[in-house]
């Protein structure tokens, strides 16, 4: 099966960045969407952003639209998010995924249609 390992979590300040990088083997990257999830505290884990298997389509939740920026790294088998302006209302665990076979990036994607996970980390954003 596919392995994901994510690593960049941290604190950070309001208006701050962090950039999370999701590693992935078990699997040719270069062949599959892939996209980030992330959970908060009390909250159920929600749709983050998606790419495609060539890196040229992307799509992001309406609440990170501007201030995000996903990209991957094929010969790398690494895919990132890059966060700009963080907000409190950003802190979550944050999960790399991937779904068990092509899927499009034309929307967002329901936590359940994915098979790999990632064991996350952890953004904290404070004001």
């Known amino acids: 099966q596919v392995q994901l390992v994510e690593s960049g979590g941290g604190l950070v300040q309001a208006g701050g960045s962090l950039r999370l990088s999701c590693a992935a083997s078990?699997?040719?990257?270069?062949?599959?969407?892939m996209g980030w999830f992330r959970q908060a505290p009390g909250k159920e884990r929600e749709f983050v952003a998606a790419?495609?298997?060539?890196?040229?389509?992307?799509y992001y939740v309406d609440s990170v639209k501007g201030r995000f920026t996903i990209s991957r790294d094929n010969a790398k088998n690494t895919m990132y998010l890059q966060m700009n302006s963080l907000k409190p209302e950003d802190t979550a665990v944050y999960y790399c995924?991937?779904?068990?076979?092509?899927?499009?990036?034309?929307?967002?994607?329901?936590?359940?249609?994915?098979?790999?996970w990632g064991r996350g980390a952890l953004v904290t954003v404070s004001s």
């Open positions: 790419i495609s298997w060539s890196g040229d389509i992307t």
């Open positions: 078990g699997r040719t990257f270069s062949s599959y969407a």
């Open positions: 995924a991937a779904p068990p076979r092509w899927r499009p990036v034309a929307g967002t994607w329901a936590s359940d249609a994915m098979n790999y």
